[in-house]
């Protein structure tokens, strides 16, 4: 277990006794820090986790299956189906639904992948694929809850907070873990905040919203009629009652305030420059396909990169378009489009900045979609479901796990959400069965108490 409490507890005795703008400088060393100690050598040094969110079909991505064309529109063989849960299709009759678009095969590897990802598809040799996911909650917010935080109990810390909490940001002047939302191309379900939460961490290490358009962050600018050294007067008088209380309280969240005050004020500075697109050329703006700050996924990518060359640890994009009950053949073609190129981009502009060999990019949904028609759709499926991985340590041109020959469940290799976390944290040199918390009496995990491995078939 790791224990923070000696230089908190210095901190919290000494705060009289410090200036504040010594004090905020000894924060931001502790709070950017990390507490971990790695275990082995880290492979990569941040995330950068695109997340798919509404479930994007397995069938119409990255796991044809050529039986389940063949028996398009025939009644499902019951044996698959008998006593398993369904979620909107329970009770009713089940047809199977034949991939609505072709595969290719691409790369030296000749991977299979579906012609509506073609920018995807021409990284084939760099991407691991993932055949054999599955997940234990059916509906969008539960199954994103267990995705981000490894438990089906919302108020669980999401794995953005986990990480910053083990290894720290790099960054002094932006948070360490941010997130960015976009919409388009399907039913657009809603995220919840409480899925970047810290939960029982402390809560400097929550996750961030910038805004897709606009100002990023609300009433980051300096207010009208008020200078940088005005509100640096004012941070400083205000975090010196914050001295004063937490000499009362001891509370521990009285120092995550501080910091959040004070890095507040060195985002005023930071994230304009952030949001600017000099020192972008044309030719990277047309590879990413977008306007910077138009509030698209590709927009999101580019930002993306940006906040990655300045030490972000942990970066998470929700694409909210891939829920297609019905129209998904023309539903699923239009939301691929949307996120496609940009995914793309990004795994070339990283790799074209010596970035890609110490960045993890996962691309990925909460669940699948059932190989049995739903009208002109799919409904949910947990049972198996396909995601991506790219950059520092990952095997290129690898397919990992097997669904039978309907696309309905796993024969071979199963991959649950708390192995991709449990690999996830390996990459970045943390021992998942060591890096605990002690909450309510207990070393909690992201992994929780369940069995997890490293899924060491897809590492380099």
């Known amino acids: 277990m790791f224990h923070d409490s000696s230089r908190r507890t210095f901190l919290g005795h000494g705060l009289t006794g410090l200036g504040s703008i010594a004090l905020s400088r000894l924060l931001a060393a502790d709070l950017a820090g990390g507490l971990a100690t790695p275990t082995h050598q880290a492979k990569v040094k941040r995330v950068i986790f695109l997340s798919m ?17 063949e028996l398009h529109g025939k009644p499902m063989p019951e044996s698959f189906t008998k006593g398993q849960q369904l979620a909107q299709l329970q009770g009713k009759a089940l047809n199977c639904m034949g991939a609505q678009h072709d595969f290719s095969r691409h790369g030296k590897c000749g991977m299979e992948i579906c012609n509506i990802f073609p920018h995807i598809a021409k990284h084939a040799d760099e991407i691991a694929v993932i ?18 935080t490894g438990s089906i109990i919302p108020g669980r810390p999401s794995m953005g907070s986990w990480v910053l909490y083990g290894l720290g940001s790099e960054s002094q002047n932006l948070p360490g873990f941010v997130v960015l939302t976009s919409v388009g191309g399907g039913q657009a379900q809603p995220i919840s905040s ?3 939460s810290s939960g029982f961490l402390p809560g400097h290490l929550q996750g961030v919203e910038f805004q897709s358009a606009g100002d990023p962050v609300h ?3 300096t207010p009208p009629g008020n200078t940088a050294e005005s509100q640096k007067n004012l941070i400083q008088t205000v975090n010196r009652l914050n001295q004063l209380n937490s000499q009362k309280t001891r509370d521990p969240e009285v120092a995550t305030r501080i910091e959040q005050y004070e890095l507040a004020f060195r985002m005023q500075a930071s994230v304009p420059e952030l949001m600017s697109n000099h020192g972008e050329s044309k030719e990277t703006l047309e590879m990413y396909g977008c306007t910077p700050g138009d509030g698209s996924f590709a927009s999101n990518c580019l930002l993306a990169r940006r906040l990655a060359e300045r030490g972000t640890r942990f970066i998470q994009l929700y694409h909210r378009g891939w829920d297609h009950h019905g129209g998904i053949k023309n539903g699923i ?15 070339t502009d990283l790799k074209q900045r010596g970035m890609l060999e110490d ?53 071979r290799d199963p991959v649950s959400v708390h192995d991709l976390h449990a690999t996830l ?27 997890a491995s490293v899924i060491r078939q897809v590492l380099a």
Do not use: C
Not at 53 to 69: N, T, V, W
Not at 131 to 148: C, G, V
């Open 219 to 221: 009433y980051v600018r």
């Open 425 to 451: 944290l390996h990459l970045l040199g943390l021992d998942f069965q060591r890096f605990t918390y002690r909450y309510q009496g207990l070393d909690q995990k992201l992994t929780g108490v369940e069995p």
């Open 131 to 148: 055949r054999s996911m599955h997940t234990k909650q059916i509906n969008h917010d539960p199954a994103q809850t267990f995705l981000n």
């Open 333 to 347: 073609a239009t939301t691929a489009k949307i996120v496609d190129q940009a995914t793309s981009a990004l795994l």
């Open 53 to 69: 969110s509404g479930g994007p079909s397995h069938l119409e991505s990255f796991d044809f299956k050529a039986k389940l064309r």
């Open 194 to 196: 409480r899925q970047w």
């Open 359 to 411: 960045t993890l990019v996962v691309w990925g949904g909460e669940f699948g979609r059932t190989p049995m028609a739903q009208g002109d759709g799919r409904d949910h499926h947990i049972k198996a479901f396909s995601i991506f991985l790219a950059g520092g340590g990952i095997k290129g041109g690898k397919v990992h796990g097997e669904t039978d020959e309907l696309g309905y469940g796993i024969v």
